[in-house]
């Protein structure tokens, strides 16, 4: 792309820099930002420096944080005996959202992938099982992606953890709710069948 | 979402303020910028503060530009009594990218739509009819978008540039060179056979 202006380049790289961001639309944005005003302009800008410099990481579980521990872990009424591991915080989040989990989390803060080169010792995994040794945890939830990675990060987990006495679970897998039968995958409709559950009237 | 900081919270809403960027997507992207260093986010901010505090319009084509005048309206070898009419200065990025022209530019700002509430006064275009007084100016060329307001702009300027001395021209439309006939529009075709040219043997 023919740029005219160095400032305007520089600013469309940086967007371009983001992951899925391509050059047209970084364009496309940058262009947009250099219609409002400078107040706005400055405001948008501060946003990244500041985050950057206050937010932390929560000691405990590792979700982002405004102070050394979240929100969760700061919540009286959160079962602290009850520990959901999730890759990431966006995990979190989602979980969240469905008001349906009242535990705490530990963020891994990734997945065993030999292809891209993480292992167990890039991963939260000992504060993991030093919690599970405390005697404090009754269960143990592990909710990672139903991919292989995910898959070798929950085995590698079980190994680590099956000393400690804790109950080890997975969430469930099957067909989605409001999905229909003949759209699901062979795994996910077999696996289905398989752990099939008692029909108890109401939802299934 | 229930996101655990308020400071990514502002960064997300900075971000998903800008045309196309949904929550999601700005989330993924601020917790990818959270994990680059310090530097690094900092070059980020501060290239779209740079670019607001020093990027220029050109005096003379309301191009963007680092001085006064841009790289085009500067350049001694550009024809300067071509001018080349465009909504704004991608389009000039997408003509200087054919490097097939070489006059000069007029970036009208925007096409008259009554729809969004613009009309010719909110428009550059007296200095155009300025520019096509002066009698230096022998050709003007209407590249606009082939839409209703494109049109209505053309006709628009077409009218106000009558009692000049200057040749009005506008792209040619038709069917894309490498596309097949059966996948373009009637209007498009139709415009194609009306307009139809001399062979001369090689491209057409």
């Known amino acids: 792309m023919n740029i005219p202006s160095k400032y305007i380049e520089e600013a469309v790289e940086q967007l371009a820099s983001l992951?899925?961001?391509?050059?047209?639309?970084?364009?496309?944005?940058?262009?947009?930002?250099?219609?409002?005003?400078?107040?706005?302009?400055?405001?948008?800008?501060?946003?990244?420096?500041?985050m950057k410099k206050q937010v932390k990481?929560?000691?405990?579980?590792?979700?982002?944080?405004?102070?050394?521990?979240?929100?969760?872990?700061?919540?009286?009424?959160?079962d602290r005996s009850l520990i959901c591991v999730v890759e990431d915080i966006r995990d979190?989040?989602?979980i969240e959202a469905t008001s349906s989990y009242k535990g705490v989390y530990h963020v891994l803060g990734?997945?065993?992938?030999?292809?891209?080169?993480?292992?167990?010792?890039?991963?939260?995994?000992?504060?993991?099982?030093?919690?599970?040794?405390t005697g404090e945890v009754h269960e143990i939830i592990l909710a990672l992606n139903a991919t292989m990675e995910?898959?070798?990060?929950?085995?590698?987990?079980?190994?680590?953890l099956k000393n400690a006495d804790v109950v080890i679970s997975t969430?469930?897998?099957?067909?989605a709710v409001g999905s229909e039968l003949h759209y699901a995958d062979e795994l996910t409709l077999s696996r289905s069948i398989m752990n099939r559950m008692p029909y108890e009237g109401v939802g299934g």
Chains 1, 2 share one sequence.
Do not use: W
């Open 150 to 160: 995910g898959d070798t990060t929950n085995f590698y987990l079980y190994k680590k």
């Open 110 to 133: 990734g997945i065993i992938s030999p292809m891209e080169g993480i292992g167990p010792a890039d991963l939260n995994i000992q504060s993991l099982v030093d919690k599970a040794l």
């Open 57 to 78: 990481t929560c000691q405990s579980c590792g979700n982002i944080a405004d102070n050394d521990l979240c929100g969760i872990c700061l919540n009286p009424i959160r």
């Open 92 to 94: 979190i989040m989602a």
């Open 19 to 50: 992951p899925g961001v391509g050059k047209k639309t970084a364009l496309r944005l940058v262009l947009h930002l250099l219609k409002r005003d400078d107040k706005e302009v400055e405001r948008f800008s501060n946003a990244f420096i500041s």
């Open 171 to 175: 969430l469930s897998r099957g067909v």
